[in-house]
């Protein structure tokens, strides 16, 4: 297990970026892949984008491909999600997790996810 924490969330117009971090615990992290789950008010918990252990592959959700990115630091334990032209549809909770699964065709399910940070809050207002 590892312990996750994300920070970088907060109140951005539509068509803004954002960065969120989430740092992790530990010496194991760069044995993990790591993605990024969003949740928004009365919805379920969304896939967004995940990168392999390496950072050699990177999968994205639908619905943020060309917008999103994400990246990651194995030195410094630390994973990112980059959010460029922002709509208001984006607004939700945003989690960071880890996962000890090598299937690439696994990291757009929340189940694949063994640790969960607390989340974080982005709003978009429009």
């Known amino acids: 297990q590892v312990q996750l924490v994300e920070s970088g969330g907060g109140l951005v117009q539509a068509g803004g970026s954002l960065r969120l971090s989430c740092a992790a615990s530990?010496?194991?992290?760069?044995?993990?892949?790591m993605g990024w789950f969003r949740q928004a008010l009365e919805k379920e918990r969304e896939f967004v984008v995940a990168i392999t252990k390496s950072g050699s592959s990177i999968f994205s959700g639908d619905s943020v491909k060309g917008r999103f990115t994400i990246s990651r630091d194995n030195a410094k334990n630390t994973v990112y999600l980059q959010m460029t032209s922002l709509k208001p549809e984006d607004t939700a909770v945003y989690y960071c997790?880890?996962?000890?699964?090598?299937?690439?065709?696994?990291?757009?399910?929340?189940?694949?996810?063994?640790?969960w940070g607390q989340g974080t809050q982005v709003t978009v207002s429009s």
């Open positions: 997790a880890a996962s000890s699964s090598s299937s690439y065709g696994a990291f757009r399910y929340a189940a694949e996810y063994h640790s």
């Open positions: 530990g010496r194991t992290f760069s044995t993990y892949a």
